[in-house]
C-alpha cells in the first residue's frame, strides 16, 4: 500500500531568492492583475457610496436610520460592535501566533495584522456616527477648554472613544514595524527612483544589519506581548458598555470573555476568507496551502465551540437568576418578533460550523470560504440580537417598541464593508501581502531541519 507523505508548509525547491521575486513582484509590478483591478473598483464604487451616504446622515441627522426609543443605538451599534470584534482578532492572532512560535503563521499573519487596522478605521467610523450629533465628538476628548467641559467618565462613549483611539494607535504601529524589513526589500528591488525614495522613507534606513535584526526581534516580541493585554482589555471594556447597565439581557458578566472569545471566532473566519481569496487573487496555492486552511478551520471550531459554551452559560445563568425579566428575554429571543434573527445565528454558529471537524471541509478552500461567510453572518446577528432583543422590550410595556433596518442602515453598512475591502487592496498594492522576513525565517528552518534529518 503506497505511502503518503504529509503535506509541508512551504513548497519544494522555494529559495529566498524565488520567494523574494514572488512576493515582491505582486507590488512592484506596473500593471495589476485583472481581478484585483475588478475588485478595486467595486470596492472603490461601495466606498464612495459611504462617503456619500455618511454625508447626507451628517446632513440630515441619524433620524434616517431606523432607530427609536426604545431602540436608540440601532444598527450602528451592531456594526460598531461587529467590526471591533474582527479588529481585535487580528491583532491576538498575529501576536499569539509568534508568540508560541508557530510555523504555519508567516503567510496569514500581515493578512490578520491588515485586517485589524481597517477593521478598527471601520469601527472608529461607526462610534461617530451613532453618537447622534457628530459634530460634537471633540467633547470625548479630554482637553483643556475655557468653557470648563470634561469628558463623563461614567459615560460608555467615552470607554468606546479611548479604547478605539488606542487600539487603532497600537494596530497602526505593529503593523508598521513588522513591515520594516519588507519595506527595505521593495526599496532595493524598486526601478523607478519615485518608488525607491517612497519605499525608501517607509523603510526607516532599515540596512539589515546584526543589530537592526537583534533590535528588531526583541522589540517585535514586546510588542506582540503588549499585544495579548490591550486587545483583551480593549474587548472586555466594549462588552462591559453593556454589561454595567441593569437592562435585562444585557447584565451578564460572563460578557468579556464572552466577547473575546467571539471577536477571535469572527477574526479566525475573517483571516480563513482573506486567505482564500488571497490565494486565488495573486496565485499563491503553494505559500497558503491547504494545511493553512486546515489551521484556520480548526481555531475557527475551537473558538466556535467556546462562543457555543458562552450561548449555554447565558441562558442556564437567566434560568437560575430566578429573575422572571431576565428568563422572558431569552424565551422571546426564541419566540418574539425577532426569533428569525436568533434562529439564524444558531444555525451558522452551532450547527454549520461542526462541519469544521471534517478535514475533507477544512482543507477545502470552498467549504470554508462558505463557512466563513455563515460564521461572520452568524455573529452579526449575534450582536443584533443582543441589542435589539434586549432594548425592544423593556420593564415598562409602555416603552416597547420594535425597530428594523431602513435603506440608509444598509447602505451605510454594505458602503462600510465596501471601505474595508477598498483599504486592503490598496494596502496590497503597497505592502506585501505575505510577510518576506517572517517567509525567509520559514524556508531557513525548514532547511535546517532537512539537512539535520529532524
Same mark, same amino acid.
Given at each position: ?14 529559495? #529566498? ?9 505582486? %507590488? ?132 468606546? !472613544? ?71 482589555? %480593549? ?15 444585557? #447584565? ?29 487573487? !495573486? ?153 518576506? #522576513? ?17
Amino acid at each position: 500500500m503506497p505511502q503518503t507523505t504529509p503535506e509541508t508548509l512551504l513548497p519544494e525547491g522555494l529559495t #529566498h531568492t524565488t520567494m523574494t521575486e514572488r512576493i515582491a513582484g505582486l %507590488v512592484l509590478e506596473p500593471r495589476a492583475r485583472g481581478r484585483w483591478r475588478l475588485a478595486f473598483a467595486v470596492s472603490a464604487a461601495l466606498a464612495l457610496m459611504f462617503v456619500v451616504c455618511l454625508g447626507v446622515v451628517f446632513t440630515v441627522g441619524v433620524g434616517l436610520f431606523g432607530v427609536n426609543i426604545p431602540v436608540a443605538w440601532g444598527f450602528p451599534i451592531v456594526n460598531t460592535i461587529w467590526w471591533i470584534g474582527i479588529a481585535h482578532a487580528g491583532t491576538l492572532i498575529s501576536a499569539v501566533l509568534l508568540l508560541t512560535r508557530q510555523p504555519w503563521r508567516a503567510p496569514v499573519a500581515r493578512l490578520a495584522e491588515a485586517m485589524a487596522l481597517f477593521a478598527i478605521i471601520c469601527a472608529g467610523i461607526y462610534a461617530i456616527v451613532h453618537l447622534g450629533r457628530p459634530q460634537f465628538m471633540q467633547f470625548l476628548i479630554p482637553y483643556p477648554n475655557t468653557m470648563d467641559l470634561w469628558p463623563q467618565w461614567r459615560s460608555p462613549l467615552v470607554w468606546d !472613544f479611548f479604547a478605539i483611539s488606542t487600539y487603532f494607535v497600537f494596530t497602526l504601529g505593529f503593523l508598521y514595524f513588522s513591515l520594516l524589513p519588507d519595506f527595505a526589500t521593495l526599496r532595493d528591488r524598486a526601478h523607478s527612483r519615485g518608488l525607491q525614495i517612497f519605499y525608501g522613507v517607509m523603510a526607516l534606513g532599515w540596512r539589515g544589519s546584526a543589530l537592526h535584526w537583534a533590535r528588531y526581534e526583541q522589540v517585535n516580541r514586546v510588542l506582540a506581548a503588549v499585544a495579548a493585554p490591550i486587545v483583551v482589555s %480593549v474587548t472586555g471594556i466594549i462588552s462591559l458598555d453593556l454589561a454595567v447597565s441593569l437592562v435585562p439581557g444585557f #447584565h451578564f458578566t460572563i460578557f468579556p470573555p464572552y466577547f473575546v472569545a467571539g471577536a477571535l471566532f469572527s477574526g479566525f473566519a475573517t483571516v480563513s476568507f482573506l486567505a482564500v481569496v488571497t490565494r486565488a487573487m !495573486f496565485g499563491l496555492k503553494d505559500l497558503i496551502t491547504r494545511r493553512h486552511l486546515d489551521y484556520l478551520g480548526r481555531m475557527m471550531l475551537l473558538f466556535a465551540l467556546v462562543v457555543n459554551y458562552a450561548y449555554i452559560q447565558e441562558v442556564f445563568t437567566a434560568w437560575y437568576s430566578g429573575d422572571p425579566y431576565q428568563r422572558a428575554v431569552y424565551i422571546n429571543r426564541w419566540t418574539g418578533p425577532y426569533a428569525p434573527a436568533w434562529w439564524a445565528m444558531f444555525v451558522c454558529n452551532s450547527l454549520l460550523v461542526q462541519l469544521l471537524w471534517f478535514r475533507q471541509v477544512r482543507r477545502s478552500p470552498a467549504m470554508l470560504l462558505a463557512l466563513a461567510i455563515t460564521s461572520n453572518i452568524g455573529m452579526w446577528l449575534e450582536r443584533l440580537q443582543i441589542v435589539f432583543t434586549s432594548t425592544y422590550a423593556s420593564y415598562m410595556p409602555s416603552t416597547w417598541g420594535l425597530s428594523g433596518p431602513t435603506l440608509w442602515d444598509l447602505l451605510v453598512a454594505l458602503g462600510s464593508l465596501g471601505l474595508f475591502a477598498f483599504l486592503l487592496l490598496a494596502f496590497v498594492r503597497l505592502a506585501p501581502v505575505v510577510s518576506m #522576513h517572517d517567509m525567509r525565517v520559514s524556508i531557513y528552518r525548514a532547511v535546517h531541519k532537512e539537512k539535520s534529518g529532524d
